[in-house]
Each structure stands twice: as structure tokens, then as C-alpha cells.
């Protein structure tokens, strides 16, 4: 008895997938910009967020594919082909410096690329700046919300989906990096007393990529890391003019000092786009477009044991 209550408890607090005759205006216009073959979006709360918005306005999506005014968080899984599936996942944190989230660019270009080398794709979109609302400290809080509630959501969901609970990363690209690395500095085990079996997972991603990270243009690293932040993986350019190459540096050094695996693969080309998978530049061979395959190879050597007494 006691174990059908918990049962149920668990499928009522899960967020649920809703149906394509669901789905608001805004992610039907996303649908028809992108396809059908585009997931459903699932909301992160079966509920209202903490700190929503009442009488928020209307999410709205450009033409090209950019969704602003996002008061009400969710996440759209893209899966990998079985025969592929290594149980990995990357949820990606698109950037629009707070304002937007560069969806196609961001989002549906990575999971072209990491769905056939057998890695999951979730899309976060999580809250953006409204009209008179938040200023930056608060957006770039309530945000973390939305990302550590993600992280909860795909380990709960992990073996549904064919993913290792253990195997899963956040990226961001610009605004989208400065949420992953907050994430990164922000991070907890769960609570085990809490009502809502989500809230009881782990909000730590086993690893962050940061791409072009950015803060408002500054050179200064904003991140309090600790010894026990995930592993980081930074992408950036040194000709990036909205985002510094100080700031990966700075970012870099702080890791290593305390003894945290972290790599930054600089380019001398890219710009603040330097993590884009147009795929152009995919099947061009673009030298900054190749960083999933050495993210993915970092990772490796990463979680492999050190021998003969050596620390990696």
C-alpha cells in the first residue's frame, strides 16, 4: 500500500508532456519554424515556478527562431538513436544576454551534432528579462532556478529516457554560458525530506562548458567556485569583442587552484559565435565547430581512474 502511494505521489509530481493541441502560440510557431519533428516542451514545475510572474506578457517567437519574454520555464528533449545512446546529456542554456534564447542557433544545431555521436540534447528555456521586471542580479537568479530545477528534472527522468544519471552536463553559450558557470559556482545534493521527488535530486551537473562566456562585457570573473564544482570545459575566442578572453582565464586559473578539472580551448577566430554548430561551419570543418568532439574526448580522459598514483 504504502509503496502504490509513493507511486503515485511520484507521477503527480513529475511535469508532464503536453499534447501538440497544448501547446501555446509561441511553441507553435517555434514548431512551424522548425518542424514537426520538434519535441514537445516540458514544464519544469507541474505548477507556477518560485518567483513567478503574474500577468506576465505573452512569450513571443521571432521568425528566426529566437523565443523572448519566457516567463514560464520548460525543457525539450532531443534523443540520440538507441543503437547510439552512450547515457550521456548536455542540457544547453541559450544566450540573448538575458533578453532572449537563440533557440535554432543554440539548441537545435547542438542536438544535430550530438544526437548522432549517441549524446542527449534538452533544451532549456528558462526565464529572460520582462519588460520593468528584474534587473540583472535578479534574472540571472531566478534563472538559476531553472537550471538547477533541470538538472533534477533529466536525473529523474533518466532511465526513461536511456540516459546515465551520473552523465549529465549543462553548456551555455554568452548569457547562456554565464548561467552554466553560476550553475557550476551554485549547486546542491537535493533534499531528501522534501515532498516533491525532483526536489530530492542532486541540482550538481557532472560537467559545465562554457561557450564565449560573458558578463555584461566584463573582464572580471564573477564565479565563486569551490572544490567540489563539476568539471569545466571553456570555449571562447580571443577575438571576441563582447566577451573578453580575460574572463575563461580568469575562470581557468580559479579551477586549477583549486584543484578542479577545467580546459580552455581558445581560437583566434569565431568571434562571440565561437561555439556556434552552424552546419556550414560543421561541414566545413570550422576549427571552433570541432569543440563536441574534443569536449567529448576531455570527458573521457576526465572520468577515467588516475594510475600509478598520478591525479589528472
Known amino acids: 500500500m504504502k509503496h502504490a502511494l509513493f507511486l503515485a505521489a511520484l507521477l503527480l509530481a513529475l511535469p508532464t508532456v503536453p499534447k501538440a493541441?497544448?501547446?501555446?502560440?509561441?511553441?507553435?510557431?517555434?514548431?512551424?519554424?522548425?518542424?514537426?519533428?520538434?519535441?514537445?516542451p516540458i514544464p519544469l514545475w507541474p505548477d507556477k515556478?518560485?518567483?513567478?510572474?503574474?500577468?506576465?506578457?505573452?512569450?513571443?517567437?521571432?521568425?528566426?527562431?529566437?523565443i523572448k519574454l519566457v516567463s514560464v520555464p520548460t525543457i525539450s528533449v532531443y534523443l540520440p538513436p538507441k543503437e547510439k545512446n552512450t547515457g550521456r546529456a548536455i542540457i544547453i542554456c541559450p544566450g540573448g544576454g538575458y533578453?532572449?534564447?537563440?533557440?535554432?542557433?543554440?539548441?537545435v544545431y547542438a542536438a544535430q551534432v550530438f544526437n548522432p555521436l549517441g549524446v542527449a540534447v534538452v533544451g532549456l528555456k528558462y526565464r529572460t528579462r520582462l519588460p520593468n521586471g528584474a534587473d540583472k542580479?535578479?534574472?540571472?537568479?531566478?534563472?538559476?532556478?531553472?537550471?538547477q530545477r533541470a538538472v533534477r528534472v533529466v536525473r529523474q527522468r533518466a532511465a526513461a529516457w536511456g540516459l546515465d544519471p551520473h552523465q549529465i552536463g549543462v553548456a551555455g553559450y554568452s548569457a547562456g554560458a554565464n548561467l552554466a558557470m553560476n550553475l557550476a559556482a551554485?549547486?546542491?545534493?537535493?533534499?531528501?525530506?522534501?515532498?516533491?521527488?525532483?526536489?530530492r535530486q542532486s541540482s550538481r551537473p557532472d560537467f559545465v562548458v562554457g561557450l564565449a562566456t560573458w558578463h555584461w562585457g566584463q573582464k572580471e570573473s564573477p564565479?565563486?567556485?569551490?572544490?567540489?564544482?563539476?568539471?569545466?570545459?571553456?570555449?571562447?575566442a580571443t577575438n571576441d569583442s563582447s566577451a573578453p578572453i580575460e574572463m575563461p582565464r580568469t575562470i581557468r586559473t580559479d579551477l586549477e587552484k583549486l584543484g578542479v578539472p577545467v580546459r580552455l580551448a581558445e581560437f583566434s577566430e569565431g568571434g562571440h559565435g565561437v561555439g556556434h554548430l552552424v552546419p556550414q561551419r560543421v561541414i566545413q570543418g570550422f576549427p571552433?565547430?570541432?569543440?563536441?568532439?574534443l569536449l567529448l574526448a576531455w570527458?573521457?580522459?576526465?572520468?577515467q581512474p588516475a594510475t600509478n598514483g598520478e591525479s589528472k
Request: avoid cysteine; glycine fraction near 4%; aromatic fraction near 8%.
Open 299 to 303: 570527458l573521457d580522459g576526465v572520468n
Open 49 to 66: 515556478p518560485p518567483r513567478f510572474t503574474a500577468n506576465a506578457p505573452v512569450e513571443t517567437v521571432t521568425d528566426h527562431a529566437s
Open 21 to 40: 493541441a497544448d501547446l501555446t502560440p509561441s511553441e507553435v510557431k517555434m514548431r512551424m519554424l522548425l518542424g514537426d519533428e520538434t519535441p514537445n
Open 223 to 236: 564565479f565563486k567556485f569551490n572544490k567540489d564544482a563539476p568539471p569545466v570545459f571553456l570555449v571562447h
Open 99 to 107: 533578453a532572449g534564447l537563440d533557440w535554432r542557433t543554440h539548441v
Open 186 to 199: 551554485n549547486f546542491d545534493a537535493g533534499d531528501n525530506r522534501a515532498s516533491d521527488p525532483i526536489n
Open 137 to 147: 542580479e535578479d534574472i540571472r537568479a531566478i534563472a538559476l532556478l531553472d537550471v
Open 288 to 293: 571552433p565547430a570541432r569543440w563536441p568532439v
